[in-house]
T-cell receptor, first 113, second 115 residues
Framework: ETGVTQTPRHLVMGMTNKKSLKCEQHLGHNAMYWYKQSAKKPLELMFVYSLEERVENNSVPSRFSPECPNSSHLFLHLHTLQPEDSALYLC????????????FGPGTRLLVL | AQTVTQSQPEMSVQEAETVTLSCTYDTSENNYYLFWYKQPPSRQMILVIRQEAYKQQNATENRFSVNFQKAAKSFSLKISDSQLGDTAMYFCAFMKWGSNYKLTFGKGTLLTVNP
């Protein structure tokens, strides 16, 4: 296993709920990412943080709200989600800007009812 | 925009045999990186191998090697002496040099290694 952890591993929520996904990396990296993985679709990059600043927001709906309080932690706050948001949400990290290798967490399997 | 195509949604191979997974990509860039990531069932995605486009020599990592054909924009993965633990989804990915971290993934190939 790599040094990127995610909690919870599974989450079921209603469309009116508010929940948060957490990612923590133990690799000393300073860039972190959120990806969405849906069945039969390529991984979609959602957000990128470098040195705790957001450097990429890939046209993600505002019902997804990221937060990066420090270089080791990344959150994805969820509110009023839709059933089509059900997917595996992957966190990744890498070292320094333009570092090519990203290390992934195990993901949170999200089901929106 | 870059695109990555993996034309084989599923493949299977017998244990100890060799299998090749195909990947093609479309880009106008000259400097970039290519990757193969492996995602075993219910486990984390891990990097298998990577290739810098400026390097002519094909990357190898133990039983894993690539056939990088820059002119043809092809980046296939060869797995030798397949093992049961190689069963996984394999994703090909592209990153433009200096692209602010943006990885473009293919849809993946599900490889099953049969005993």
């Amino acid at each position: 296993e790599t040094g990127v952890t995610q909690t919870p591993r599974h989450l079921v929520m209603g469309m009116t709920n508010k929940k948060s996904l957490k990612c923590e990396q133990h690799l000393g990296h300073n860039a972190m990412y959120w990806y969405k993985q849906s069945a039969k679709k390529p991984l979609e990059l959602m957000f990128v943080y470098s040195l705790e600043e957001r450097v990429e927001n890939n046209s993600v709906p505002s019902r997804f709200s990221p937060e990066c309080p420090n270089s080791s932690h990344l959150f994805l706050h969820l509110h009023t989600l839709q059933p089509e948001d059900s997917a595996l949400y992957l966190c990744a990290s890498s070292q320094e800007q333009f570092q090519e290798t990203q290390y992934f967490g195990p993901g949170t399997r999200l089901l929106v009812l | 925009a870059q695109t990555v195509t993996q034309s084989q949604p599923e493949m299977s191979v017998q244990e100890a045999e060799t299998v090749t997974l195909s990947c093609t990509y479309d880009t106008s860039e000259n400097n970039y990186y290519l990757f193969w990531y492996k995602q075993p069932p219910s486990r984390q995605m891990i990097l298998v191998i990577r290739q810098e486009a400026y390097k002519q020599q094909n990357a190898t990592e133990n039983r894993f090697s690539v056939n990088f054909q820059k002119a043809a924009k092809s980046f296939s993965l060869k797995i030798s002496d397949s093992q049961l633990g190689d069963t996984a989804m394999y994703f090909c990915a592209f990153m433009k040099w200096g692209s602010n971290y943006k990885l473009t993934f293919g849809k993946g190939t599900l490889l099953t290694v049969n005993p």
